[in-house]
């Protein structure tokens, strides 16, 4: 028996030159039109600076980060199976090496950013095989408790504001790369220009993270780290390395994390240790986003950011009413739509715009053969 790899499917015939009689799917004619689709979408979000409202943009760069926050959660916990409550070490750890990197050492905030994932990544490896030795709720548990203790040592730089945190003044972001272009291009100015820039920064993070997870997911080691997650013993026994997997998914997501807490700590440019590593603004509402859209899917974090964005926009006035709204709203979907509302989707209509899943079904050939055999 021969089988085929192509980048959507694996085929699966008789032998050498056989025509395939099954073949394995992940992606569909729906899909690629929905691939296309996006595309334009993302054109259209690269352009919108041109017509947009300072307001508006800087809405975006909110939804784009907690899209590009969700997806990392949603990865980690839903397809790896470690549930964690403290992403928001990674969140504050990139804002506090963002600070430190412009206001101590002058580097341009654009170049910092990467530094800033970099810093999360090493502590990321460091705490790796710490909380590796818990399970499940201690786990979820450890990684709060690794967060409380970031915080708190944070909060002891004395040369980033320690416990009442700082601001990085506009003078530190006057020579911003790419800053002056945007000026030039669409009339504005430096502050304004300065949130065109991050909006392109946050949208490109939010695009990357998206694709990535996208890529991963639907390949060799997406589908041994779902077997390690489903059952660990068996993925073991068939040569799967379940720790090393889950190991790298852990670094690589502190990371973008890291990444993405520079980049909003950028656009406030108003850090302090509370804010930095809040439970509420980055877990507590990634969790919501996931819950929302639906774990294990990649559009369900982008229903249930919209969701959020349009709650926060409509209720703020309401002081912390939007809250209980979000708590409602959670405990409703989780006890009527298990799966979140795109799952829902999935289940009653079988869309699917962006697969993850596998489907085994026969070919054209195969269903031929199979009415063959049945006639003799």
Do not use: H
């Not at 669409?186 to 991050?198: H, Q, S, T, Y």
Request: positive net charge.
């Amino acid at each position: 028996m021969s089988v085929t790899a192509a980048r959507d499917k694996v085929e699966i015939g008789r032998g050498a030159g056989a025509a395939p009689l099954w073949q394995v799917r992940v992606g569909t004619p729906l899909s690629r039109a929905a691939a296309i689709g996006a595309l334009a979408v993302v054109v259209a979000l690269v352009l919108l600076p041109a017509v947009a409202s300072r307001n508006l943009i800087q809405d975006l760069i909110f939804v784009f980060t907690m899209l590009a926050l969700a997806q990392l959660w949603n990865v980690l916990a839903g397809w790896g199976g470690l549930v964690s409550v403290g992403q928001q070490a990674f969140v504050g750890l990139g804002a506090y090496a963002l600070f430190a990197g412009v206001v101590t050492l002058g580097i341009d905030p654009v170049f910092t950013i990467p530094l800033a994932g970099l810093l999360a990544a090493v502590v990321a490896a460091v705490l790796g095989p710490l909380l590796f030795r818990l399970e499940g709720p201690y786990f979820a548990i450890g990684s709060w408790v690794a967060a409380e203790a970031l915080r708190l040592i944070c909060a002891q730089f004395k040369t980033l504001g320690g416990g009442t945190g700082m601001s990085i003044s506009p003078s530190d972001l006057s020579q911003m790369i790419g800053l002056k272009s945007a000026q030039a291009l669409f009339g504005l100015r430096p502050a304004a220009a300065r949130d065109v820039l991050i909006y392109w920064i946050a949208l490109l993070l939010a695009v990357a993270v998206t694709l990535g997870i996208t890529a991963f997911v639907r390949s060799r080691m997406g589908l041994a780290l779902a077997a390690s997650r489903d059952n660990a013993a068996a993925a073991r026994s068939v040569g799967v390395r379940t720790g090393r997997i889950r190991y790298l998914l852990w670094i690589v997501v502190a990371f973008a994390t890291g990444m993405v807490g520079a980049v909003v700590y950028l656009q406030k440019a108003r850090i302090s240790p509370d804010a930095a590593f809040s439970v509420t603004d980055w877990t507590a509402y990634v969790i919501f986003i996931v819950v929302i859209g639906g774990v294990r899917t990649i559009e369900g974090p982008m229903i249930g950011v919209l969701t959020l964005w349009g709650l926060i926009t409509y209720l703020a006035q309401y002081g912390s009413l939007y809250l209980v709204v979000l708590g409602i709203i959670a405990i409703l979907i989780m006890l009527f739509m298990p799966k979140g509302v795109w799952g829902e989707i999935e289940r009653r209509w079988g869309i699917r715009l962006f697969p993850t899943q596998r489907v085994l079904s026969r070919t054209s050939c195969g269903s031929d053969l199979a009415k063959n055999d049945l006639a003799k």
